[in-house]
Every structure is written in structure tokens, then in C-alpha cells.
């Protein structure tokens, strides 16, 4: 984080079309880069042209971008997860807390003293229980998709597996729905999705959105429970944090700016049960 800033924009003069994996471009306001990342953001103008990118949002704007700024491994499924809901005004969005438990790759290529394997094994370790910098792009694209402010509450968690995010969502419905409704929201916006799948069964070992099953692959799982004793709505988001929390999703958005299949290199299976 903070080179692609002052890169990104002599290449886009030299017409050249720029997918960033980096945080330098997904907040929309510059004020924000000093409160969540600690640094002033060298190319502020250049916020307004990049698109966010998530597909399943925003599919055509991201067709005639030039700069696609990719989501953050746990912003993409919490706002994936919540989505819907926030769409279809079902919860309050006041009160919003997330829990989100990451593998160890989401600590980066930096080796210290947290990620050596003796540390490392055996953690559910909270990082971040308060004040994480995805914070940010999550209320930002909630409250675009809401029309007004969402506000979200999140922890991090790392936890004892190499690849995989799980994303817990605690929500509260402003009135009751049955499960008909919250199906009805999901299905409504991620018709057709061709990387969202969502899983609730009543049997097997994965009833709901588990990371082993989707590790080596690009797909969100997405699932929910009601909590009639307080009204609340549990959502259940789970991807590989390499796949569509990074790599992936910027393959998925490179394909849409080259107008070929989407799926193109992306359309294989989760390495479970191997």
C-alpha cells in the first residue's frame, strides 16, 4: 500500500488501463487515507476515476474502466454478505457487528515474529478486535448501495488455517422475515452471479459457508440464519482470501475490461476434498 498511488497515474496518461490490488485506490475520499492507512493520498483527483471492483456491484462500470481499484479480501465478502440485505432495507444499519476469521496468507509475504510457524500454529489469535483499515470501504460501498450512512462494528480473527476467509455478520432486522424473504434478497441481487453460491442445507458437514470448501477457488458462499429470540440475521460469508479476495477477483475484473468471458481461467473447482 501506498506505491501505486504514485504510479498509477503516469500510467494512466500513457493510456494504459490499470487493475490495482492495493488500498490506493478504494477509498472515494481522500480524507479517509490518513485516518485508516496514516498517509495523505499523493493523487487525490485520481480517487473519482478508479471503480470499485466488485462484479457482482458493479459489472458495467467496471467494462468501461480505466482504473479498477480491487477490494480488500475481507471487505469483498463482508459487502458481498450484507449486500442484499442493505438492497432491500431489511436490517438496521446502525447496528452492524462483524466477525472475521482469516489464514495466515493474509498476513502477506512479510515474515515476523507473529507468522513464524511455532507462534502461528494453534491461534485464534485477535489481531484487530477493533479499528480495521477494511472498515472503511465496507461502509463506504454499504452506504452507496443503502442511500444513506451504514455503520459497521468489525473484529479480526486469525485463525490456524493457511488459506480462507470466514466472515460472520451480526445484523438485526427492523421487522420480522421469515427465511422466504432473506432468500428472496439474495437471489434478487446474485441471479445468475456465476461465482456466488448460496448454501444453507439442513444436512451434511457443510450446512453453511465454510473457507475448506471454497480454498483454490473463486467462489463466495454465502448463507444465513434468523435468530427469532432477538430478531437478529447472521449472515455467513466464506472465500479463499488468494483467489477471489485478490488474484482472482482481479483476473474476474480484467476479463469484464477485455470484454471476454468472466470466467475465463476462473472457472475450476475448490481443491476440497484433495
Given at each position: 500500500h501506498g506505491v501505486s498511488s504514485k504510479l498509477t497515474p503516469k500510467l494512466l496518461e500513457a493510456g494504459l488501463k490499470v487493475i490495482d490490488l492495493s488500498a490506493d485506490f478504494r477509498l472515494k475520499n481522500p480524507e479517509d487515507y490518513p485516518k485508516w492507512y496514516g498517509w495523505n493520498h499523493p493523487a487525490p483527483d485520481t480517487l473519482k476515476k478508479a471503480v470499485y471492483g466488485v462484479p457482482e456491484l458493479y459489472r458495467e462500470k467496471i467494462r468501461d474502466a480505466q482504473l479498477v481499484a480491487c477490494p480488500g479480501c475481507m471487505a469483498v465478502v463482508t459487502i458481498l454478505a450484507l449486500a442484499p440485505v442493505i438492497k432491500a432495507n431489511l436490517i438496521d444499519k446502525d447496528h452492524i457487528v462483524v466477525d472475521v476469521k482469516i489464514g495466515s496468507s493474509g498476513a502477506g509475504a512479510k515474515p515476523s515474529a507473529s507468522t513464524h510457524h511455532a507462534e502461528r500454529f494453534g491461534v485464534v489469535r485477535p489481531y484487530k478486535p477493533t479499528g480495521h483499515r477494511h472498515t472503511a470501504e465496507i461502509e463506504q460501498e454499504l452506504s452507496l448501495i443503502a442511500g444513506s450512512n451504514v455503520k459497521v462494528s468489525m473484529s479480526a480473527h486469525a485463525v490456524n488455517i493457511v488459506r480462507g476467509i470466514l466472515t460472520t455478520v451480526h445484523s438485526f432486522l427492523v421487522e420480522k422475515a421469515d427465511t422466504a424473504t432473506i432468500w428472496k434478497a439474495f437471489r434478487s441481487l446474485y441471479q445468475g452471479e456465476p461465482f456466488i453460491r448460496l448454501v444453507r442445507d439442513r444436512k451434511g458437514l457443510y450446512r453453511l459457508p465454510d473457507p475448506k470448501v471454497v480454498v483454490g477457488s473463486n467462489f463466495c458462499d454465502l448463507g444465513f440464519e434468523i435468530d427469532n429470540h432477538t430478531n437478529r440475521l447472521v449472515i455467513l460469508g466464506a472465500i479463499d482470501n488468494l483467489i477471489k479476495?485478490?488474484?482472482?477477483?482481479?483476473?474476474?475484473?480484467?476479463?469484464?475490461?477485455?470484454?471476454?468471458?468472466?470466467?475465463?481461467?476462473?472457472?475450476?473447482?475448490?481443491?476440497?476434498p484433495i
Open positions: 479476495g485478490a488474484a482472482g477477483i482481479a483476473v474476474q475484473n480484467m476479463n469484464i475490461m477485455l470484454r471476454i468471458d468472466e470466467k475465463t481461467g476462473l472457472n475450476q473447482p475448490a481443491l476440497h
